[in-house]
């Protein structure tokens, strides 16, 4: 069993940074792939950022803004947001694909989710 606890959401102005964090627990989550995914009212969860031990992705709508790292001694996984947007506006959940060792996307691949947390961004 997985434990994903998020961090650092809240409320920003248009072109502001935020970090998130999750932190893991109950196994070491290095050698998976770990992934942030969010939902806006209305749509899909669509996955903005995934990390394997060897690779990253970024959706299109992210990328050069976004971030994802992680610090396995610390199994915590974190996402850098920079120059935010009203359109990053949504819940933020971290992910956990424990059978994946390689970069997955798809939401149901994914075994553990975090609670998720809020970002809003102003305009």
């Known amino acids: 069993q997985v434990r994903l606890v998020e961090s650092g959401g809240g409320l920003v102005q248009t072109g502001a940074s935020l970090r998130l964090s999750c932190a893991a627990s109950g196994r070491t989550v290095s050698s998976c792939t770990m992934a942030w995914f969010r939902q806006a009212p209305g749509m899909e969860r669509e996955c903005v950022g995934a990390?394997?031990?060897?690779?990253?992705y970024y959706d299109d709508s992210v990328k050069g803004r976004f971030t994802i790292s992680r610090d396995n001694a610390k199994n915590t996984v974190y996402l850098q947001m920079n120059n935010l947007k009203p359109e990053d506006t949504a819940v933020y959940y971290c992910?956990?694909?424990?059978?994946?060792?390689?970069?997955?996307?798809?939401?149901?691949?994914?075994?553990?989710w975090g609670q998720g947390t809020q970002i809003t961004v102003s305009s």
């Open positions: 990390i394997s031990r060897d690779n990253t």
């Open positions: 992910a956990a694909a424990l059978g994946f060792p390689d970069i997955v996307t798809m939401s149901v691949l994914y075994d553990y």
